[in-house]
């Protein structure tokens, strides 16, 4: 995530101040700002929200080990201790992959000027590259995931996870409405 995010804060940074090529419908001669490019537009917009998503990831797996030590009852502390068992290599696996995405995008925003080293573009890409190795390879995360976390208690900490994830999509406010299809 902080290499994510090292990488998005860089990339915006730098589509702020790259002129290149003309806005989409603009006639005017001078170059726009490649932050005006719709393709830069996505490639930001994407980085911010995986960046955002893990992050969220995140917050849930810590709130739980929380949870998982100081709930109320040992009923509630058990739950929350198998929910952080489940949540723990998707946490270590997923967030490293997509961190490399990230970086990889943001070497896209820069273009070839993201292999000049100045930019420091390119070193986020050859941080976030280890990180899938680092976490103990990310196929035994994906092993233990489907091995001995998915069948904590045949399955049912699994399915209350999925069943908590749409009822949160069912009950979105209004505002939310248009997010709510995509989550469930």
Known sequence: LAIGEG?????LAFAGERRQGRA?????AESALIIEHPDVRRMLTTMKANNEAMRCL??????????SHHA?????????????SLLTPIAKAWPTDLGVEMASLGLQVHGG??????TGAAQFYRDARIAPIYE?????????????KLPIRNGEVALE??????????????ELADLAAPMA
Not at 72 to 84: H, I
Not at 113 to 118: D, K, R
Request: aromatic letters at 8%; a negative charge; zero cysteines.
């Open 24 to 28: 989409l419908g603009e006639a005017s």
């Open 7 to 11: 990488a998005y804060q860089k990339a």
């Open 58 to 67: 995140f917050y849930t797996a810590a709130r739980t080990a929380d949870f």
């Open 113 to 118: 000027m993201g292999f000049v080293e100045e």
């Open 136 to 148: 103990g390879t990310n196929g035994i995360q994906a092993i233990d995931l489907v091995i001995r």
């Open 72 to 84: 109320e009852s040992s009923e509630e502390r058990e739950r929350n201790g198998e929910l952080l």
């Open 161 to 174: 996870l999925i069943k908590e994830i749409a009822d949160a999509a069912a009950t979105a406010p209004r």
